[in-house]
């Protein structure tokens, strides 16, 4: 059985900073891509930054040059680092791991239960 177990989140005044974490545990053989994915009230769910268990990264537009996406792999543990937040980065922050597992070893893509991020003018 995989977790993905998320913390960090918060109220945050605009400008301020927030670091989320995301630890994943159980039967794990590998982890490849890492990321993070929001969703604001009435609207979809969108991916706000991702990176390979190389360290390659990528990032949404809106958050490029504020957020900062980092794993340590020992650890499987994966971080966002927020700075310079605004109002609209108010969501419920997510993350997802593609993990191989089990006695099978298969990828499956995992979930974090969500953690709120708001951020207040």
């Known amino acids: 059985q995989v977790q993905l177990v998320e913390s960090g989140g918060g109220l945050v005044q605009a400008g301020g900073s927030l670091r989320l974490s995301c630890a994943a545990s159980?039967?794990?053989?590998?982890?490849?891509?890492m990321g993070w994915y929001r969703q604001a009230p009435g609207k979809q769910r969108e991916l706000v930054a991702a990176?390979?268990?190389?360290?390659?990264?990528n990032y949404a537009d809106s958050v490029k040059g504020r957020f900062t996406i980092s794993r340590d792999n020992a650890k499987n543990t994966v971080y966002l680092q927020m700075n310079s937040l605004k109002p609209e980065d108010t969501a419920v922050y997510y993350c997802?791991?593609?993990?191989?597992?089990?006695?099978?070893?298969?990828?499956?893509?995992?979930w974090g239960q969500g953690t709120q991020v708001t951020v207040s003018s």
């Open positions: 159980g039967s794990i053989f590998s982890i490849n891509a």
């Open positions: 990176i390979t268990s190389g360290g390659n990264t």
């Open positions: 997802n791991a593609d993990i191989l597992s089990g006695s099978r070893l298969m990828w499956r893509d995992y």
